[in-house]
């Protein structure tokens, strides 16, 4: 099984950008956490990260016949992109969207996911540890 995590705006920021919220884990410490879970629960894992919404759309479009699942934290552009939405629909790969905050407890505006109509399930809330439950979950559909 091969699983492919995107990452998109200020996702690279981790550990700088509001930690309050964020925490202090920088992206280089998140990729090496994902590759470990990854290598342990014996699959394969591409990362990607961008803060450019048609790079986003163009690595979902290439995981079409080579990935078996997507991890998905868009970031801000969960909020505002069809174009992610439709990329997402046009593969058909079960994907999971993950956001590390609470996004329901926070700004009204961060209430309205158009990526989640794509995903068979969203994470939210449970820090870093949120892309580890995705992996998991897209490991158990595949295989069951």
Do not use: W
Request: aromatic share 6%.
């Amino acid at each position: 099984m091969k699983l492919l995590v995107i990452n998109g705006p200020n996702l690279n920021m981790l550990g700088v950008r509001e930690p309050d919220i964020y925490g202090r884990t920088t992206y280089a410490d998140l990729c090496r956490q994902l590759e470990a879970h990854a290598k342990n629960i014996g699959v394969q894992v591409e990362l990607y990260q961008s803060n450019h919404e048609g790079d986003l759309v163009d690595k979902i479009q290439e995981a079409y016949g080579q990935i078996d699942g997507i991890v998905i934290n868009p970031g801000a552009y969960t909020h505002t992109s069809v174009a992610i939405l439709d990329a997402l629909k046009a593969v058909a790969i079960p994907a999971v969207e993950v956001h590390i905050s609470k996004v329901d407890k926070r700004e009204e505006f961060r209430q309205i996911s158009y990526v989640r109509l794509a995903c068979c399930a969203t994470i939210t809330g449970h820090g870093l540890d949120g892309y580890l439950e995705a992996m998991d979950l897209l490991r158990e559909r595949y295989e069951g």
